[in-house]
Each structure stands twice: as structure tokens, then as C-alpha cells.
């Protein structure tokens, strides 16, 4: 107990004598921060005087800067009596004043000589002005002589405006010879191109042998229910000579064409599209569903819309034929509806729009497949897709999760399979026999990510299966997720949305609206958030800042459902 005691006397005693020193180190502290601040107070004191007296030694007075006429021409045209050379030659500052003497006399006869042009300028305005009300006057009178010889000016053909491309169409011999469908599509569409429609040209094509023409492409169709040789499909689907061919110039380098037939035997017209200028490899999907459910969502064009069509090939012991490029173009409902062909059934009738809105939204689809196309060249160099917007790429991510954009996975691959590929997988085919995806009309493509901070024995893939339906951007690109891990390189996991409820939460946020707010405005008429075009390069953007967060979430083995949340709460939100 002594040695105990005596310790804790040592101890205290240090505890003071550490306090002491303390104390002693804070008043040095704070005599060092007086004297430090003190002279930097003197510095900033002597720079102030430093620059007054540099200020005070480089001043200038304003008579230094007039820019004053040489001794010469002084010597020469001002009066005597400033030009005095017994007074100018040995004072200086005598020569200067009067230099500033005569150059106040020149620049007063000028400002005099001034005012007289101005009041010149002043004159001759008012001239014009009284010219021009003339010209006014006469302007009623020269229209009653246009308007009195508009007969004569009929007659010999002149045109006195720039509507002679509108005045061709219009006089176009051949618009006697359209069948009465292509004709009212073809008044629809001009009247659209006089009205509002600059970028819009609708001019009538004629094709020798056309009956024939577009029936060689192929022998069978998908099913093999058509054969284009056998020479009893050849009247059923012979089309009109004349052709309908409407020209959308949607940009510089990318131009949407749009070729209307008519078929006269099994009356419905069909329609085939291209738009060119798409540099993608996988450009031929993006214009084989081009069309493809403009006004609804299961108007793919295969199937004829009259109901007559089916008994007309039953007379001959076939099946009616599949649509498509191949055999003419596809007859869709909108088609019937814009050309008033009479065979739309009744549920239907809801569907039928004006000319102006199915152009703007055949615009729109364009469009849409442009920028989509930017995005797939960028994915097919194993790049992350660019937005619309420069600026966007960021700013549509959440706040908290910019700090993590420099570590983003690495995106290996981009390809495009088909639908029996995607068919071999099982939670696939959960959403196909739910009618979820088309087969049809559906593009599918393969996405390959790879994270960055896994070893080699350790690695982390994630498979992205993205579905691109025809009516992209109204409606939304399905994606399913397939995560594979490997541990310490023998064993590989795999996670898909049957067995991981982390890959679940995962695709349900890339589903929800990704769209950045400012730029949208409910009940305004700003755009809406599902018709904008960059929606996949946002998908992809939110997919690859979810992989991190997947792979905590999958790797912590005790991972609670509150965690869960918290590790996928800011995609989610």
C-alpha cells in the first residue's frame, strides 16, 4: 500500500507538472501569435505606403494624353501670338500651354462643323421619311393592279411568289391516277407541307412492274405460309403502279423516307420505312421496327386489317401471308385510318388521329431512333453512352453517388442476340410466358460489366439482357440481371432475380423514372419524362453506378433486410 500510494503521488505530481508546462507552452503560444500578428500588420502597412508613393510617382494629369500635333505644323498654322519664339524657346511648360491653346481652338471649329453635318443627317431623314410614306400610298394601288390582272397573270403561267415546287405538286398529272386511298393521303400530307410542314415533302413515284417487283425478295416468309413464286399470290397482292413517297428531313445527315402502296385486290394500303444516316452495326434493327406500334401497342403490321383478306386467300387453300419489307411493306391500322379506308373495327375507332399528330409522332419515332443509334455506336466500342445534353451525364445522378463515378465498372461487351438465346435462360422466361416481351418486335442485346477492384482469382461479371421494345422511348427498356461470382477462382455464384432479392431491387429501379426532373413539368408543356430519347443511356448510367452497390449487397453474407435497403435506397428514391 505504501509503494501504491507513493505511485499515485508520482503520478499526480506528473499530472501537474504537465499541466504547468501546458500553461507555459499556451502563454509563449499566444505571445508568438500577438508578435506574428503585429508584424504582419506592419507588412501590409509598409505595401500600402509602398503603393501610394509608386501611385503618387507614376500619376499622370489628362493633358499628357491628348494626343497634340507635331512642333512643325504648330509652328506653321497657329497665330502669332502663340508662336512667339522669344517666349516659347526657353520656357517649356509656356510652349505646352499654348500647344493646349490652340488644340481647344481646333476642337471647338470641329465640334461646329459637327453640328452642321448633323443637321444635314437631321434634313435629309426627314426626306425619307416623306419618301417613303409616298411608297406607303402607293402600295393599295399596286395591289388593285395585281389583283385587276390575276387573270392575265393565270393565263401566261407567272408566278409572283415561291410556291412553284407547291403549284407542281398540286398540277401533277398523275394525282388523276392515284387510287382514291392514295389520294386522300396524298391531300393530307400536301396540305400538312403548305401549312406547317417545311422539313415534309410528299411527292408521287411510279415503278414499271410494281405488282411484281417487291415480291422477289424472299421465297417464304417466317412462318412459310407464303410462297413469293407461287403464281396465286401474285393478283392478291399486286400493288397500284403508283406510289406515294413521303420525305421527312429530320436533320442534315439523317432523312426518314416513307413509301405508301396500295394493294387493289385486298384493299389496304402498307407502308414501308427507312431512315438514313445510322452508322450503328446493329442500324438494321433499329429501322425493321421503325413503324411498329406508333398509335398502339399491338399494332406490329403483320396481320392485314380487313377482315376479307383471310377469306380471299382461304379461297386459293392458303394461309394469309405474314407482312413485312419483303412482300410490299406492312399494312398498319393508322394507315387505314389516315387514308379512310373503311374496315377498322370498332374497338379501334379510339385509335384515329388527324395528319399533323401521326407526322409528329413519326417524327418523333425518327428521332428517337437517331439518338438511339448514338448510343449503341458508343456501346459498340465498349464505351457508357453520352446524353442528349453534355452536361446531363451528371446531373442526373443522385448527389450521393457522384462521388463514386470515377470507379465505375469497366463495360466489356455490347452485342446483339436473338430471341431463342435469350429464351435459354430461366428468368426469362418467367416475363415471356407473362407476355411481358415480343418476340416480334423486341430487340434484345447482351451487356457485359466487370468490376475494378476485384483480383483476378475473385471476379465479379454482371450480364445486363436489355429489352428494347418498338415503341421506345413511350415505353420503357426492360432489363434482367445476371451477376456471377467467383470465389478464389473455382467456385462461381450465380445471382439472378430468382434467387437474389438484391438483383430484384436492382431492376426495379432502372424501371423507375430516371428521367431529370427540371427538365420535365407535370401539366406543362414541357416534354414528358417517357418520351425522352436518352432513356437508355440513362438505364445504362444507373446500371453501372448500381454494380458496386450489388456487390456489397451480394458479398455481405449477414446482409439484413434494413441493410439491403440501405445499400440500394439511392437508386430506389
Known amino acids: 500500500m505504501h509503494l501504491c500510494n507513493k505511485l499515485r503521488s508520482f503520478n499526480r505530481i506528473g499530472r501537474m507538472r504537465i499541466q504547468k508546462a501546458r500553461e507555459l507552452t499556451a502563454e509563449h503560444r499566444n505571445r508568438l501569435d500577438d508578435q506574428t500578428l503585429e508584424q504582419q500588420n506592419l507588412l501590409y502597412e509598409l505595401s500600402h505606403i509602398n503603393k501610394e508613393i509608386a501611385r503618387c510617382e507614376e500619376f499622370k494629369s489628362k493633358d499628357q494624353k491628348l494626343e497634340l500635333v507635331s512642333l512643325e505644323d504648330f509652328y506653321a498654322n497657329a497665330p502669332p501670338e502663340l508662336t512667339d519664339s522669344k517666349i516659347t524657346e526657353n520656357d517649356p511648360h509656356r510652349l505646352h500651354l499654348f500647344q493646349l491653346d490652340w488644340e481647344l481652338m481646333q476642337r471647338e471649329k470641329l465640334h461646329d462643323d459637327c453640328k452642321g453635318l448633323q443637321t444635314e443627317i437631321s434634313d435629309l431623314k426627314k426626306q425619307i421619311v416623306r419618301r417613303r410614306k409616298r411608297l406607303r400610298s402607293l402600295r393599295p394601288k399596286l395591289k388593285q393592279v395585281v389583283k385587276s390582272t390575276d387573270p392575265v397573270r393565270r393565263y401566261i403561267e407567272s408566278q409572283f411568289d415561291d410556291t412553284n415546287n407547291f403549284s407542281q405538286s398540286i ?63 401474285q393478283p392478291l397482292l399486286r400493288q397500284h403502279p ?5 420525305t421527312l428531313l429530320l436533320s442534315p445527315d439523317h432523312t426518314g423516307e416513307l413509301i405508301f402502296s396500295y394493294l387493289t385486290q385486298l384493299n389496304i394500303v402498307t407502308v414501308q420505312g427507312k431512315l438514313s444516316g445510322l452508322k450503328a452495326q446493329q442500324s438494321q434493327t433499329l429501322t425493321s421496327t421503325l413503324l411498329h406500334n406508333l398509335l398502339d401497342d399491338n399494332d406490329n403490321g403483320q396481320s392485314s386489317p380487313n377482315p376479307a383478306t383471310d377469306f380471299l386467300f382461304q379461297q386459293q387453300g392458303k394461309l394469309a401471308p405474314i407482312f413485312s419489307d419483303a ?29 399533323s399528330e401521326i407526322i409528329k409522332r ?24 453520352l446524353l442528349a445534353e453534355g452536361n446531363e451525364t451528371t446531373s442526373i445522378l443522385n448527389s450521393s453517388l457522384r462521388r463514386s463515378i470515377n470507379n465505375l465498372p469497366t463495360l466489356r461487351s455490347w452485342r446483339e442476340i436473338s430471341f431463342d438465346d435469350s429464351n435459354k435462360y430461366e428468368y426469362i422466361q418467367t416475363l415471356i410466358n407473362e407476355n411481358l416481351i415480343d418476340r416480334v418486335t423486341t430487340s434484345i442485346y447482351e451487356c457485359k460489366f466487370q468490376s475494378l477492384s476485384q483480383d483476378d482469382n475473385n471476379k465479379i461479371i454482371l450480364y445486363a439482357h436489355i429489352f428494347i421494345p418498338a415503341n421506345y422511348p413511350q415505353a420503357r427498356s426492360i432489363i434482367l440481371l445476371k451477376l456471377l461470382l467467383s470465389i478464389n477462382g473455382n467456385k462461381t455464384i450465380e445471382r439472378t432475380r430468382t434467387n437474389s432479392e438484391n438483383i430484384k431491387i436492382l431492376e426495379r429501379s432502372l424501371m423507375s423514372d430516371i428521367v431529370y426532373l427540371p427538365m420535365t413539368s407535370i401539366g406543362s408543356s414541357l416534354i414528358d419524362p417517357s418520351q425522352h430519347f436518352t432513356l437508355l443511356a440513362q438505364q445504362i448510367w444507373r446500371l453501372s453506378i448500381g454494380f458496386p452497390l450489388l456487390i456489397d449487397a451480394e458479398s455481405d453474407l449477414t446482409c439484413t433486410s434494413r441493410r439491403r435497403q440501405t445499400l440500394l435506397s439511392r437508386l430506389v428514391d
Do not use: F
Open 242 to 246: 403508283l406510289h406515294v413517297k413521303v
Open 171 to 233: 398540277n401533277n398529272p398523275l394525282i388523276a391516277k392515284l387510287p382514291d386511298p392514295l389520294y386522300v393521303l396524298y391531300s393530307l400530307v400536301l396540305a400538312y407541307q403548305q401549312c406547317d410542314g417545311r422539313h415534309i415533302t410528299c411527292q408521287i413515284d411510279s415503278k414499271e412492274d410494281s405488282s411484281t417487283g417487291n415480291t422477289t425478295s424472299s421465297d417464304t416468309n417466317s412462318d412459310g405460309t407464303y410462297l413469293n413464286g407461287d403464281p396465286q399470290y
Open 362 to 385: 413519326l417524327t418523333q419515332r425518327m428521332r428517337a431512333r437517331i439518338t438511339l443509334d448514338r448510343i449503341l455506336i458508343n456501346l459498340e466500342k465498349n464505351e457508357m453512352p
Open 327 to 355: 412482300i410490299g411493306g406492312y399494312p398498319y391500322h393508322w394507315i387505314q385510318q389516315l387514308c379512310k379506308c373503311q374496315m377498322v373495327p370498332l374497338q379501334r375507332q379510339e385509335l384515329v388521329t388527324d395528319c
